[in-house]
């Protein structure tokens, strides 16, 4: 029975007969079988001719404007009529609503792509859809593996980064007494740098990554360096004023009030700024030297690093570094001895990265992504549940999941 309202509801096999008002403004549809192929039986295929009885089942589907929809399906209960088949009588059942279902295939689908693809929280997707949380969780596991069991590129350049996801866990094994790891702290994320595949997969715990991957060329990531070059004259900042001044910096503290410049790079700041910034720690004595020799140093290195992607030679390269370990070798500062012995000691993935040019931005910006996951449902009890969701979140539009529109 074809008619507009059955167009306009748009679910397959069934047909409307009728649509009523209820007391509390909501609407009730009444439903019938229209698909011939709902009387065959589910055991043996053999479409039955002789009807049983009737049933009428209240399925629940997506909801529709404010007021929502209230289903009655009235089926029928059919003999089988094949001899051999163990199953004697059965209901009718379409795709979208399979015998003993409760809910629509639509319906458990839309949940299940709001967590997938959309990244709404289980609980979040629960109460738009009046749904309960096991459901939905379950809904989103099914829709999940269009992404888990998709098969993974070839990788050119593979980005690898921790993400601190709680507290360990520990327990006592029965048989031997002793404290065992059963829950680690850290994830490791595997993520597609180069391409656009997004995360890859994530591992409990921290990866060997010279174990696991001994031919591979490790790239050292520059943003780690100049982050390490940044605590390096923090550090100094607050060590000289303690040892200077016998306190904790001030307000009031030329250095204190400067701690921002000294972070920030030499091409950000305007040439105002950096006379003011120089000649305020200039003539502060051994406090202003100190953090100008680290701040010097700092320069230096990101000098160093900067001739990645230029095409620079060996010759070029080694001058920028000389330049920056001697300067290092001649501050008598042990912050800053300290930094040039870590660059020496990473020179080769310092060096890697020099040559090929290849960061972790991708990383670091899904591990962005993880953590505004975690903090959006308020924290995972079950490391699992987090990776599916994190691995779901990250690889959307890569794995073709979301379809943003087109102007």
């Known amino acids: 029975m074809l008619n507009d309202t059955t167009l306009l509801l748009d679910l397959d096999g069934a047909s409307v007969v009728r649509v009523e008002r209820l007391a509390d403004g909501g609407?009730?549809?009444?439903?019938?079988?229209?698909?011939?192929?709902?009387?065959?039986?589910?055991?043996?295929?053999?479409?039955?001719?002789?009807?049983?009885?009737?049933?009428?089942?209240?399925?629940?589907?997506?909801?529709?404007?404010?007021?929502?929809?209230e289903f009655r399906w009235h089926k029928r209960r059919w003999w089988c009529r094949e001899a051999g088949c163990l199953r004697r009588s059965f209901t009718e059942q379409i795709p979208q609503i399979p015998a003993g279902?409760?809910?629509?295939?639509?319906?458990?689908?839309?949940?299940?792509?709001?967590?997938?693809d959309v990244g709404s929280t289980v609980i979040q997707a629960a109460r738009d859809l009046h749904l309960s949380w096991p459901t939905v969780m379950e809904a989103f596991r099914t829709q999940a593996r269009d992404v888990t069991?998709?098969?993974?590129?070839?990788?050119?350049?593979?980005?690898?980064?921790?993400?601190r996801r709680g507290r360990p866990r520990w327990e006592r094994d029965a048989d031997t007494d002793k404290w065992r790891l059963t829950r680690?702290?850290?994830?490791?994320?595997?993520?597609?740098?180069?391409?656009?595949?997004?995360?890859?997969?994530?591992?409990?715990?921290?990866?060997?990554?010279?174990?696991?991957?001994?031919?591979?060329?490790?790239?050292?990531?520059?943003?780690h360096v100049v982050q390490l070059a940044d605590k390096m004259l923090s550090i100094v900042r607050?060590?000289?004023?303690?040892?200077?001044?016998?306190?904790?910096?001030?307000?009031?503290?030329?250095?204190?009030?400067?701690?921002?410049?000294?972070?920030?790079?030499?091409?950000?700041?305007?040439?105002?700024?950096?006379?003011?910034?120089?000649?305020?720690?200039?003539?502060?004595?051994?406090?202003?030297?100190?953090?100008?020799?680290?701040w010097i140093a700092k320069e230096n290195l990101r000098t160093l690093l900067a001739l990645a992607r230029t095409g620079a030679g060996r010759h070029q390269?080694?001058?920028?570094?000389?330049?920056?370990?001697?300067?290092?070798?001649?501050?008598?500062?042990?912050?800053?001895?300290?930094?040039?012995?870590?660059?020496?000691?990473?020179?080769?993935?310092?060096?890697?990265?020099?040559?090929?040019?290849?960061?972790?931005?991708?990383?670091?910006?899904?591990?962005?992504v993880i953590k505004l996951v975690a903090r959006n449902a308020f924290g995972f009890r079950n490391a699992d549940n987090q990776r599916l969701r994190t691995r779901c979140v990250t690889t959307r539009r890569?794995?073709?999941?979301?379809?943003?529109a087109q102007l």
């Open 27 to 69: 609407r009730r549809v009444h439903l019938v079988t229209a698909d011939e192929t709902a009387r065959a039986c589910p055991a043996c295929g053999v479409f039955a001719t002789r009807v049983k009885g009737s049933a009428v089942t209240r399925p629940r589907d997506l909801p529709y404007g404010e007021s929502g929809l």
């Open 101 to 116: 279902a409760r809910l629509t295939a639509r319906l458990r689908g839309a949940a299940g792509r709001r967590i997938r």
């Open 149 to 163: 069991e998709a098969p993974l590129p070839q990788v050119t350049v593979l980005g690898i980064d921790e993400t």
């Open 184 to 223: 680690d702290r850290w994830h490791t994320g595997f993520v597609d740098a180069l391409g656009h595949d997004g995360l890859l997969g994530q591992v409990e715990g921290r990866a060997a990554i010279r174990v696991g991957l001994p031919h591979a060329t490790v790239v050292v990531d520059h943003f």
């Open 238 to 294: 607050r060590r000289t004023t303690a040892e200077t001044r016998g306190r904790r910096g001030r307000a009031s503290d030329p250095e204190w009030k400067a701690r921002w410049r000294l972070l920030r790079n030499r091409e950000d700041l305007s040439d105002d700024q950096f006379a003011t910034m120089w000649n305020t720690l200039l003539g502060e004595g051994k406090i202003g030297q100190t953090l100008l020799t680290a």
């Open 317 to 368: 390269v080694g001058h920028a570094r000389w330049k920056f370990l001697t300067w290092c070798a001649d501050s008598d500062i042990p912050e800053v001895r300290q930094l040039a012995t870590t660059v020496a000691r990473w020179w080769p993935e310092v060096a890697a990265f020099i040559d090929t040019g290849h960061s972790n931005a991708k990383s670091e910006g899904i591990n962005r």
């Open 398 to 404: 890569a794995c073709g999941q979301l379809r943003t």
